[in-house]
């Protein structure tokens, strides 16, 4: 199977330079790998590589656990609550533009907007 990359998801940062952009050790990201926080491509030799998604997610958890003072399993469930409200929201838009669409093609018909269909 062949995956495509978008430019945020392309793997590109060794651990060295992922771990330096976000103001970690590297041993920090091996860690939070172990915990089930983040889980980073592998080269064909194995090689850890962060994509800039992983890095903005490094930042997150780095923010979480630093400035807030969330510990890891806090940071953990604060993460996949951010990840679902981002979820719903974009389902949320897409409601909005289908509503949008169906109304303007109800008043094409000559429909009023509010006139459900039996």
């Known amino acids: 199977m ?3 990359h ?3 998801t392309e793997p590109c940062y060794v651990i060295s330079i992922a771990a330096r952009m976000v103001g970690l050790h590297a041993q920090t990201l091996r ?3 172990r915990v089930g926080l983040l889980s980073p491509s592998r080269s ?3 090689q850890r590589l962060y994509s800039p998604v992983d890095v903005e997610r ?3 958890i780095r923010a979480l656990t630093e400035e807030m003072g969330v510990n890891l399993a806090g940071a953990e469930v604060a993460l996949r609550l951010m990840e679902h409200i981002n979820q719903m929201q974009k ?3 897409h409601l909005k533009g289908e509503v949008k ?3 303007s093609a ?5 429909q009023p907007a509010d006139r459900r269909t039996r």
């Open 44 to 46: 064909l030799g194995r």
């Open 6 to 8: 978008t430019p945020n």
């Open 101 to 103: 669409r169906l109304e």
């Open 31 to 33: 860690y939070y790998e």
């Open 2 to 4: 062949i995956f495509e």
């Open 106 to 110: 109800s008043s094409r018909d000559g």
């Open 58 to 60: 490094l930042r997150r």
């Open 91 to 93: 389902e949320i838009d």
